[in-house]
């Protein structure tokens, strides 16, 4: 049972547009939501979070947006560059002890086109 | 500051043979998480260790075991492996379960079953 679902497994953009990336999750429980980034032979890069009293978190060219009630959540890069070309997984966890754990997207293959 | 060392890097085995990976946190970092990556099942929850404990498990076969050590240095076991364990083994740390600065990966461990 796939809690945590990224529908597109790739994406291209072309450089300097905006890149949005989404995931779907199905259990209601989850409470806190991140986004990493992972180039080949790397482990996941740690990029960006948002927990549920929250819709939208920003860092720099990174937003994430939750919709609690559409279960859904969106990485939006504004611009995007050529460096951002990695394969971007959400993640998801729960409050209670032993829910904690993070359960993974499958991941969605970003390309930037220079 | 170092990050999470995982070693060894590399690993070949053949099929029925036990194998120990292992990790080492940033310095002060006491949650250390483990994750087995496929190319079709993404990155799969093993388990979570703070301060020595087991917080959380996932759903995989008794064969697969970890420990933590009172220095926050986690281990974990895979017994009478399997062409299937082949994958990538990344493990996790952070100052404890959920905090807001995500969770800091290693390269990996790449486990090769024969």
């Known amino acids: 049972d796939q809690q945590v679902k990224q529908n597109s497994p790739s994406l291209s953009v072309q450089e300097g547009r905006i890149s949005i990336l989404n995931c779907d999750y199905t259990?209601?429980?989850?409470?806190?939501f991140l986004w990493y980034k992972k180039y080949p032979a790397e482990g996941p890069t740690f990029l960006i979070s948002?927990?549920?009293?929250?819709d939208k978190n920003e860092d720099g060219r990174f937003t994430v947006f939750l919709n609690k009630s559409a279960k859904h959540l969106s990485l939006h890069i504004v611009p995007s560059q050529p460096g951002d070309s990695a394969v971007y997984f959400c993640?998801?966890?729960?409050?209670?002890?032993?829910?904690?754990?993070?359960?993974f997207g499958t991941g969605t293959r970003l390309t930037i086109i220079p | 500051k170092a990050g999470v060392t995982q070693t060894p890097r590399y690993l070949i085995k053949t099929r029925g043979q036990q194998v120990t990976l292992s990790c080492s946190p940033i310095?002060?970092?006491?949650?250390v998480s483990w994750y087995q990556q496929t190319p079709g099942q993404g990155l799969q929850f093993l388990f979570e260790?703070?301060?020595?404990?087991?917080?959380n498990k996932g759903n995989f076969p008794g064969r697969f075991s970890g420990r933590q050590f009172s220095n926050s240095r986690s281990e974990m076991n895979v017994s009478t492996l399997e062409l299937g364990d082949s994958a990538l083994y990344l493990c996790a740390s952070s100052l404890a379960p959920r905090t807001n600065y995500g969770y800091t990966f290693g390269s990996g461990t790449r486990l090769t079953v024969v």
């Open positions: 310095s002060g970092h006491r949650s």
């Open positions: 260790y703070f301060s020595e404990t087991q917080r």
């Open positions: 948002i927990s549920s009293i929250k």
């Open positions: 993640a998801a966890s729960g409050p209670n002890f032993g829910n904690e754990k993070l359960t």
């Open positions: 259990n209601s429980m989850f409470d806190y």
